[in-house]
């Protein structure tokens, strides 16, 4: 008599952990962002629809960035330990795809982790206003780690390729494709940045500090299959940059204001 309660006993817990752990993660995703608005804000999420496990927003916004499309897949294993995890889609059109696994942590910060994605390079720019460049070409991200702290500042590991990289009018000028790797070391973000299919050799770094201040320190060098000559005096006229046995030393610093 004894086993039969406890096994009774047994069931009944499960069946109301089990009762309990259906309703939470069916509840409105409308419902739950009323609830962390506060928690993940200034990330703002518009028109919900669906539910915490499985929903969607027709649009993303983190100032100044504004995004349409954003679709999630929670864990639900994970809510049990207090954790708020899963899957997330970006975009719905070739100009902007990019999708990962993503992470709610303390002090208001969202975690994106494995993102891998297509956009071009004109829808990126053009989610900061009063970009100061037209640049054409498209971009393939693949990030193990992304995200921002509060000032706005990001946190990137992984790297992006730049395909048909152009810088446009008034200068015109054909770079080809670039790769970017990202690394974090403290407060100081580095982007390695180096030619995979160019017309010049390209060996430089740009550092991010966080008070928003940057540094770009290289090399960059013609190659001799190119259109070398013009591309030499575009370098040195337009740029301003001087050349050392053929190799043009690149050194700027400066503000970022976007990361400010």
């Known amino acids: 008599m004894m086993f039969v309660l406890r096994k009774w006993w047994f069931y009944g817990i499960v069946a109301v952990l089990s009762f309990i752990y259906f309703l939470f993660g069916n509840l409105p995703a409308s419902f739950v962002y009323q609830l962390v608005s506060t928690r993940i ?3 703002q999420l518009v028109s919900l629809s669906g539910t915490l496990w499985s ?3 027709d649009q993303m916004i983190y100032p100044p960035v504004q995004l349409d499309a954003v679709r999630w897949e ?3 294993r994970e809510i049990v330990r207090g954790k708020l995890t899963g899957l997330f889609y970006l975009g719905n059109s070739k100009q902007f795809r990019v999708r990962g696994r993503f992470d709610l942590l303390e002090h208001n910060r969202v975690r994106l982790r494995q993102v891998n994605g297509e956009s071009s390079i004109p829808f990126v720019t053009n989610l900061f206003k009063g970009f100061p460049l037209r640049i054409n070409g ?7 780690d992304f995200s921002l702290r509060e000032n706005g500042f990001p946190e990137i590991t992984g790297r992006v390729h730049l395909t048909g990289f152009e810088i ?3 200068w015109k000028v054909f770079l080809g494709d670039l790769r970017l790797v990202f690394g974090m070391d403290g407060d100081l973000l580095n982007v390695q940045i180096n030619d995979v299919r160019s017309p010049l050799i390209v060996d430089a770094k740009l550092q991010v500090w966080e008070a928003g201040r940057y ?4 090399d960059i060098e013609v190659r001799a299959d190119t259109n070398k000559q013009a591309m ?3 370098l040195r006229n337009n740029l301003g940059l001087v050349a050392n046995n053929g190799r043009f030393s690149l050194n700027y ?4 204001p976007y990361f400010r």
């Open 74 to 76: 929670v864990n639900p």
């Open 41 to 43: 804000a200034p990330l």
């Open 253 to 256: 610093t400066g503000d970022v």
């Open 168 to 170: 446009g009018p008034p």
């Open 138 to 144: 498209d971009i393939d991200l693949a990030l193990d």
């Open 232 to 234: 030499e005096e575009f």
């Open 215 to 218: 540094r770009l320190k290289g």
């Open 55 to 57: 929903g969607r927003a």
